[in-house]
């Protein structure tokens, strides 16, 4: 090994010569659209011209027929779940890796969440898992898009369908991912999606909902709004079933319009970045990509790889902390430990010390949540590193970073 191949951790020369690329988010079209809906003199959306044009946006981009905004992508699913009428004792089967927003809609319907384990490296559930996980109180599937790639969704809802088990897809990672030639969040029943700070666009936060069943869009633009009926000439506010108030803001819709206008190109961006760097790692020994279906173009949120820490010739908090130390922005793992492994699952205290909706005489079951429920999922966070992938990394931020991991991954290769 040369001497300029010193690895920096080492005191060598860091591969990183220059700051990663940045962008600001928001411009010119979220300014001019805020000012025009402060012009509207509403701001609720029922009255204002700015989340219809949103919802009409959304479903144009998508091919669906329906769209309706809330107030976040957890909101958005848990409107999913009451439209598609989960209610106490329901079982709904979701992953193990992924935001508590995918779970906590569940348990507000007081249904038992069931984990389905993931495919080892699409970190995706599969019709097989969840197919495992079926039982007669299942209600519907909650299908997580993790990162920006797409779950094999066509053969989930085809095990699902035939049994009368919604689908409900949680795209708030995965906008824009292409799989056989559609979007995901037009697969199953309701599509959900994020409009948080931290996703592909941003409004701040907010969620939208797409759909082909009528009338499944309009029992979640009831849910979203206290199931108050605005559909008729007068507002109808005489529900059997208590929803909650989600809706989103004319200022919120505004800035999420501006932004959606621009997600197929950030898209698109990032699944060039992602792919490249699959092309420029995926031969190095103990490091496996990400597996996207060929049929899918991953809209890559973040990059996760795996490594097997035995062919890497270190462990990966080494390797991660070596490619730090090359200015590569590298992390040790994802979330901590899998959703189920929380304390509220573990403990059953989800809502205080009655173990509902775990153990509540309406669930007429028992159900246990504990490590080694999903050695799948324990298995990708034990054993994952992320990367970052953004729409403004530059040229030179692709090739210094497929460059640092071969520099990383050849010296602990030399000293194996
Ligand atoms: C997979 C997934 N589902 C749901 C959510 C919840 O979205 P929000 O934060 O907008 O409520 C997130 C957010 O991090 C997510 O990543």
């Not at 090994?1 to 990663?20: D, F, Q, R, W």
Request: charged share 25%; aromatic share 10%; proline share 3%.
């Amino acid at each position: 090994m040369s001497i300029n191949e010193k690895l920096a951790i080492h005191g060598g020369a860091p591969v990183k010569t220059t700051p990663y690329g940045t962008a600001k988010r928001f411009g010119k079209k979220e300014l001019e659209y805020v000012e025009e809906a402060l012009n509207q003199n509403t701001l609720f959306y029922w009255k204002g011209s700015f989340a219809k044009r949103l919802c009409a946006k959304f479903a144009e981009l998508n091919g669906s027929k329906f769209c309706a905004v809330t107030s976040s992508g957890t909101s958005a699913i848990h409107t999913a779940l009451g439209a598609v009428g989960v209610q106490p004792g329901d079982e709904v089967i979701t992953a193990p890796i992924t935001d508590m927003g995918s779970v906590i809609g569940i348990l507000y319907q007081n249904a038992v969440p069931v984990f389905a384990d993931l495919d080892p490296h699409s970190y995706n559930m599969t019709a097989k898992t969840v197919e495992e996980k079926i039982t007669d109180k299942t209600r519907a599937v909650v299908v997580v898009h993790l990162a920006g790639n797409a779950a094999e969704v066509d053969e989930i809802v085809e095990v699902c369908h035939k049994r009368g088990i919604y689908v409900i897809e949680d795209c708030a990672q995965s906008y824009c991912c292409e799989y056989k030639g559609k979007y995901v969040g037009t697969y199953g029943d309701i599509g959900c999606f994020s409009l948080n700070d931290f996703k592909h666009i941003s409004a701040g936060d907010g969620g939208m909902i797409i759909t082909d069943n009528e009338e499944l869009y309009h029992k979640a633009v009831m849910f979203a709004d206290k199931n108050y009926n605005r559909f008729g000439n007068d507002v109808v506010r005489n529900s059997p079933h208590v929803a909650p108030n989600y809706r989103m803001s004319e200022l919120v819709a505004a800035v999420g319009l501006a932004q959606v206008e621009k997600v197929e190109e950030i898209c698109k961006k990032r699944n060039a970045y992602g792919d490249a760097l699959t092309a420029g790692i995926r031969d190095l020994p103990g490091i496996y990509v990400p597996k996207v279906h060929p049929d899918c173009k991953s809209s890559y949120w973040f990059y996760l790889i795996r490594v097997d820490e035995k062919e890497l010739g270190c462990t990966r908090e080494e390797f991660a902390e070596a490619l730090r130390a090359e200015g590569i922005q590298a992390g040790a793992g994802y979330i901590k430990q899998c959703v189920y492994e929380m304390d509220m699952f573990t403990n059953q205290t989800a809502f205080g010390d009655m173990k509902c909706p775990f153990s509540c005489p309406y669930y007429g079951k028992t159900v246990e949540y504990k490590t080694g429920l999903c050695p799948t999922a324990e298995e990708i966070l034990k054993t994952c590193i992320r990367l970052e992938s953004k729409e403004y990394f530059t040229e030179q931020d692709l090739k210094e970073t497929i460059a640092a991991i071969r520099k990383v991954s050849a010296y602990y290769q030399s000293i194996k």
